[in-house]
């Protein structure tokens, strides 16, 4: 029973973070800025077609967003009724995180599709920028005046103890496994992958060519924060993992993997939204008179 009662505790708490409570906070965000922020009196922020799309569109996709995530929110509830209904307990010997995994990626469906039209978004002004005065700042950029030292040492700290860990399961003893080298590959891979990420913020260009300066490093360091802390959560849930196939916890991995998701969710939009406030961006630059980059 107490399992039970955790379980289902934890993944309600995943459905209302992930489907309700951020969605919220972004719908909020975008109705802010169209009702302060108009096309008449900041063209820059809205290039073409997006101009037409603020007028016309915004208030339907917004509507369309909500409409999703409830949806989703709605299933899961009912997912969990009837896993109650039925008398559902997580097996001892695991495999039910995959459902939890898999309504994970499902949850983060629309947040993705938003991205996606964000990324977009920033390629159209891009295209229209006409501007032809350019400035830059040339000083060098570098890590440490993005994020402390600590996290970085713990971010590799957690990777070398998970590597040791892992290699040192006695179901490794006899020699390594094929599963055992795709795992170790893959997950230095994701390892790369992320410090690329790091890097081309560190020395990129602008995403948003009007953005002003302040802005722009504000966003450097919540990119790289979100990067190093996503590290830090994988090598910590890797570690828990191995941990619980060792000490045979297997049936409480669909409670630590919504406790990762959750976390991950937490510390990549919900950063995000605390490092980057509406209330608290300079949107003078997106004025037709103003010419920053």
């Given at each position: 029973m107490l399992v039970q009662a955790i379980f289902y505790t934890v993944f309600v708490a995943q459905l209302l973070l992930v489907s309700y409570y951020y969605p919220r906070k972004f719908?909020?965000?975008?109705?802010?800025?169209?009702?302060?922020?108009?096309?008449?009196?900041?063209p820059k922020l809205y290039p073409k077609p997006y101009d037409y799309h603020a007028?016309?569109?915004?208030?339907?996709?917004?509507?369309?967003y909500r409409f999703v995530n409830g949806l989703i929110l709605v299933a899961g509830f009912g997912?969990?009724?009837?896993?109650?209904?039925?008398?559902?307990?997580?097996?001892?010997?695991?495999?039910d995180e995959v459902f939890v995994l898999l309504f994970g990626a499902v949850q983060t469906v629309p947040h993705m599709i938003t991205e996606i039209g964000t990324a977009k978004y920033f390629k159209r002004?891009?295209?229209?920028?006409?501007?032809?005065?350019?400035?830059?700042?040339?000083?060098?950029?570098?890590?440490?005046?993005?994020?402390?030292?600590?996290?970085?040492?713990?971010a590799v700290i957690l990777y070398i103890g998970w590597l040791v860990f892992f290699l040192g399961n006695s179901e490794f003893d006899a020699g390594?496994?094929?599963?055992?080298?795709?795992?170790?590959?893959?997950?230095a891979t994701m390892h790369l992958l992320i410090t690329g990420v790091i890097m081309m913020n560190?020395?990129?260009?602008?995403?948003?060519?009007?953005?002003?300066?302040?802005?722009?490093?504000k966003q450097?360091?919540?990119?790289?924060?979100?990067?190093?802390?996503v590290i830090i959560l994988m090598n910590s849930?890797?570690?828990?993992?191995?941990?619980?196939?060792?000490?045979?916890?297997?049936?409480?991995?669909?409670?630590?993997?919504?406790?990762?998701?959750?976390?991950?969710?937490?510390?990549s939009l919900g950063l995000r939204f605390r490092k980057s406030r509406v209330e608290e961006v300079d949107f003078s630059v997106y004025k037709e008179d103003v010419w920053l980059v």
């Open positions: 719908t909020a965000r975008i109705s802010y800025l169209l009702a302060n922020y108009p096309p008449e009196q900041y007028e016309n569109g915004a208030k339907k996709s917004l509507r369309a997912i969990l009724t009837a896993m109650l209904a039925s008398g559902y307990t997580p097996r001892l010997l695991g495999g002004m891009k295209e229209v920028d006409i501007s032809t005065t350019k400035k830059a700042d040339l000083r060098p950029r570098r890590l440490f005046d993005f994020i402390s030292p600590a996290y970085i040492g713990l390594l496994t094929t599963p055992a080298y795709v795992t170790v590959i893959g997950t560190i020395r990129g260009l602008k995403v948003d060519p009007h953005q002003a300066y302040r802005d722009q490093l450097i360091e919540t990119t790289i924060r979100i990067c190093v802390f849930f890797l570690i828990l993992m191995d941990a619980s196939d060792r000490y045979a916890w297997e049936v409480f991995d669909p409670v630590f993997t919504s406790l990762y998701l959750q976390l991950i969710i937490i510390f």
